[in-house]
T-cell receptor, first 112, second 113 residues
């Protein structure tokens, strides 16, 4: 089955700096790659996703890049703000978005 | 429009007790699923359903039962709780079509003593 590895497990950045979280996957059939943000005591919320027919997608301060040849994808957050502090999860699926395999999460802390 | 509603939010059980975690959605999504979240392990799929009357196992199904009698509800049953089932449980639904996305409920925190 699919295996998703996520790095780093913790990340601390200063407000205004950029943050990058990286994931690798093992199943070459995977073609859907979402990112979730989880705040304390809440369920994960989808913040951005990408499908294998594109290499990059951007939504305001958040962007995701995908390299299918190398089987890795990354989340980029620019101009970080304190409210970006949370746990971020990457995931991969072969297309249905109903059986996602998740990474182990990255705890992002944005300091003032 | 409540989205995905999970009850209860917190539950403490003794080993061997049974209980049902409830999940209801009002988005008319066909796909529903249950995940458990443990520290350092991300979220792992327990069971999923592609529609009423159809269920299948995920990555960690042992010790859990599910049924799907309606589109709206997808309860998760623990027949004989064990300490290893202490976790946070999330129900999720998936929108249909070419742009499918997975949406989570707010979770149930379960402790088995």
């Amino acid at each position: 089955g699919e295996n998703v590895e996520q790095h780093p497990s913790t990340l601390s950045v200063q407000e205004g700096d950029s943050a990058v979280i990286k994931c690798t996957y093992s199943d070459s059939a995977s073609n859907y790659f979402p990112w979730y943000k989880q705040e304390l005591g809440k369920g994960p919320q989808l913040i951005i996703d990408i499908r294998s027919n594109v290499g990059e997608k951007k939504d305001q301060r958040i962007a995701v890049t995908l390299n299918k040849t190398a089987k890795h994808f990354s989340l980029h957050i620019t101009e970080t703000q304190p409210e970006d502090s949370a746990v971020y999860f990457c995931a991969a699926d072969t297309g249905t978005a109903s059986k996602l395999t998740f990474g182990t999460g990255t705890r992002l802390q944005v300091t003032l | 429009n409540a989205g995905v509603t999970q009850t209860p939010k917190f539950q403490v059980l003794k080993t061997g007790q049974s209980m049902t975690l409830q999940c209801a959605q009002d988005m008319n999504h066909e796909y529903m699923s249950w995940y458990r979240q443990d520290p350092g392990m991300g979220l792992r799929l327990i069971h999923y359903s592609v529609g009423a009357g159809i269920t299948d196992q995920g990555e960690v199904p042992n010790g859990y039962n599910v049924s799907r009698s309606t589109t709206e509800d997808f309860p998760l049953r623990l027949l004989s709780a064990a300490p290893s089932q202490t976790s946070v449980y999330f129900c999720a639904t998936t929108s249909a079509g070419a742009n499918e996305k997975l949406f989570f409920g707010s979770g149930t925190q379960l402790s088995v003593l």
